[in-house]
């Protein structure tokens, strides 16, 4: 019977099957495959696409109903649907606007998109947990994948340094998250988020020893999320990888992370929302914070982006930790528009490059307008819609984080997260400064590939004409993210 | 009353304008010469549609010309818009002087006009929907946009200090206005709807309309701009190329006073009354402090600039007094500043592009070579004083009996300010135009050209129009003035 169940639910693992077995076949095709190393590469990038967008048709064919299988490990639902979609198109698009910088920077390796994948399948694993071990897999072989991609460029100081970094640091977390699992169980007798969820925790055990576990658990999350104070090594992690690896981290695993944070808090611990709901308001406002100040000075594009990701996350820590079926929505619009605006910011980042030279420095997008008039007014756009300036969609995306905010009754909470996006409003003007207002010191011209054009442009259009969709995405979201009915 | 959208009409044609000057392409010279042309059609159809509007204007209270799309069902936002006799006068205001803004940039604007011309259109666009704009959250979206043309004109056009005055101005406006955004989120889902017309019925509880109104007024406050949150408006006047200066001080000034002339007074009435000192002190102290700030400026623009200040500290003064004269005085004054503050900076840009200084000390003995540039100073200096028969006195004359209504010590306040700003603008008239003329440069001016003429010979019309035959104007926006005081009296008494 138990057996026959079993085999049952394996259907709500074959996304991840897919991929796994993908993968399988790739390693031995990467390492035996010959031929030049151009051409090597631009098959393993279509061969690496090929095996995502597969897993997404079979995660979109799957069934979208709420089901538990495997001992209630696995979840699966609307909003898993969602997110698991959303971090397979980011990952795709990010491996097709890596791919000139690929070539660039001679990063021929085809442990590359092997890596990329199995972070993937790490993220899927971690969106479909109901269950902290669950979790946990998918957590570590994401990692596990990113460390060696941070450090993927041998040959380079900054790279190496960025890995070891993100690796130390990284483990640390893992231990935490290990650590406040331990508790947990040792409180409750379980693991699992559906039991925990079934008035396991309340308010009355509400004793130091649950406190110590969430914020273990919670901190080693933020430290992914690379939320204030535990940030200190995206700047750096940023700037010494390799730029397409930068390009993933901002973006995928961000939302899975945000999708587990999502079933964590708001499965899980929802009974105790007293305990932690301060503490992630607090994360949110402090990551807000620390994103805006760092920012203003950077004159690395890289590390500005790095403190872009960090205030953004904090605008959706903002919305989490209200508890609410419209903090969870808010949350859930922030992060695709997020995901769009941060990728088209890359696509325009991994643009830039003079004389076979990546341009990272601010300073020398100097007279953009002028030269290069199309990539200018894209950027711009994405710069001003993550400034929060209507009628962009990020107006609209933190429009709906205050909204939520407020209808919580933390008044003064969105006045100071408000002042917070005046503050980051102007490094972002800063570079639309730098594109319209100043001299150029010479005119040269981008050359990109169409693809990377196009998604530039498809970006900047989506979150311009935002308004006029807005409607339906936020009603589709809405839908979706009442797969967890508080 | 017609069935065509013509409010849309007057926002999409400058885009629509814009779009077409985009597509412009060949031959450097053409392309200016086309741009500028299609730039010049585009806002005159505009203007004209909005004298179709004014002349088809019921001159009823409430709001006409209403169009209605649902934007946002989840969000409750709709793209709402309709104007009444206050909003139809700015939005008249607005398409009348951009056409004199873009004839002025005629020949000052060398480089990347195409741009130039797209944002003006934008602007134009943006300004109108900002006045017509019957949601908050879409009258929010136009006040906020306005940001992004008005920092590129000053940063890209402007002068040496161009990227730090454009900087000021964008984070001055963005501060202020997002504390608005939150005020507007708390109006909304308190009260159920961003439709404006059904906020201006709603009753907003005592204690919560205290907190409201501080939120609001930081944003208007910044915009109008009142002392002490001005300090951005003279920088950004000095550096914005001559249109911008006109464009800023004549419409975008007047977007603070309409957003409490609509928001702040009517919705938040007891709050409006609660902190009605606080406005006063604040308005004598940008009529008296600026003034004298104004007397010692060295650069005419700066000049003219702190004297804005001087003359919106009458509006807002106006404004809060909730009586019938003072509001009426206040639009008017708004229009009237809207039409003299645009012709000085015309004029010193007239004076800029032959001598390409600003100092006052450069000057001196203009009448001698430009003596129809004097004559034509001569008026736009008095309307700014506000000499009878010219659109500045009605303006101060209504705004200072409401004022003497509610306190003699504030009208004597009031009252003094006009004698400096008498004071300060012969002074600078005296010194410019009069005198020796000891700079070289002056006895090699030119006198106004038949473009120039085209500029100014609309503007002095519309001074002594206002000036002479206001009620042409008042009637318009009577009935809709006399509804808010009367409101305002039934709820502040309740």
Redesign the interface.
Known sequence: MNLLSNILDINLVFPEIFLSLWLLVFIPLGVYSGGDKETRQSYFTIFSIIGLLGTLLIILMGDYKAARGFYDLIVNDRLVVFLKSLVILAGVIVLIISEKYRTLKKLYLFEYPVLILFSILGMLVMLSSNDFITLYLGLELQSLSLYVLAAIKKDSLKSSEAGLKYFILGALASGFFLFGVSLLFGITGTTSFTILSSNLLSPENNSLLLILSIVLILSSIAFKLSIAPFHMWTPDVYEGAPTSVTAFFAVVPKIAAIGVLMRILYIALIDIHDVWNQLILILGILSIFVGAFGALLQINIKRLMAYSAISNIGYIFLALSLGSQLGLEASLIYITVYTVSALGSFAFILSMEKDNIMLNNISSFAGLSKSNPFYAICFSIILLSLAGLPPLAGFIAKFYIFKAVIMADFLWIAVIGIMGSVISAYYYLNIVKVMYLDEAEELFTIESKKSVKFILFISAVLIFTFLIYADSLINFLSYISKAIIL | MTSWPILSLMIFIPLFGAFFISLIDGDERIVIKNTKMVAMWTSIVVFILSIFVWINFPRSSGFHFIEEV??????GISYRLGIDGISMLFVALSAFLIPICILASWKSIKFRVKEYMILFLLLESLLIGTFCALDL?LF??FF??L??PM??II??WGGPR??YA??KF??YT??GS??F??AI??MG?SSGTFDIRELLEHNFPYQLQL?LWPALFASFAVKTPMWPFHTWLPDAHVEAPTAGSVILAGVLLKVGGYGFVRFSIPMLPNASDYYAPLVFILGVIAIIYTSLVALMQKDMKKLIAYSSVAHMGYVTIGLFTFKQEGIDGAIIQMLSHGLVSAALFLCIGVLYERMHTRMISDYGGVVKNMPKFSLVFMVFMLASIGVPGTSGFVGELLVLIAAYKVSGYLAFATGLGMILGAAYMLWLYKRVIFGVAENKNVKNLIDIDKREYVIFVPIIIGVFWLGIYPESFSIEFRESVVNLVNSINNRVLN
């Open positions: 649902t934007l946002f069902s989840s969000l959250l929010y979206i906020e946009a940001l992004i920092f590129l940063g890209i161009r990227v454009a900087f964008f984070l963005l501060a997002v504390l955004l939150i989120i708390v889902y907190l």
